[in-house]
Nanobody, 126 residues
């Protein structure tokens, strides 16, 4: 059974850092696109970053570029999101998502991803 479980969310001050981890099971990361999304209260779920680990391809939403880094560890079956220089607008529940995919481009359309974790809360205080 395919499962994803996020961890690492916390309360952090502006300018601080957090590392989120998505523990996966039941599938081979090499055959899947994996992405991080976030959802703030009253807002739609939005993409943050995507990784195609077999091809070494990563992509980031503009707000994450230069501050966030997504990485995959196939041996540990984890997909991490390192977040630096955090801002209050980064406050949200962060989700990881995955879908079997053999293409070469990241997709940022949430309904396309068939498998989701339960989310982890990130709060950035001013």
């Amino acid at each position: 059974q395919l499962q994803l479980a996020e961890s690492g969310g916390d309360l952090v001050q502006v300018g601080g850092s957090l590392r989120l981890s998505c523990k996966t099971s039941g599938f081979d990361l090499n055959n899947y696109a994996t992405a991080w999304f976030r959802q703030a209260p009253g807002k739609e779920r939005e993409e943050v970053a995507c990784i195609l680990s077999a091809r070494g391809i990563t992509d980031y939403r503009d707000s994450a570029k230069g501050r966030f880094t997504v990485s995959a560890n196939n041996a540990k079956n984890t997909v991490d999101l390192q977040m630096d220089n955090l801002r209050p607008e980064d406050t949200a529940v962060y989700f990881c998502a995955a879908r079997e995919f053999y293409g070469v481009g990241c997709l940022y359309y949430a309904p396309w991803y068939l498998n989701w974790g339960q989310g982890t809360q990130v709060t950035v205080s001013a």
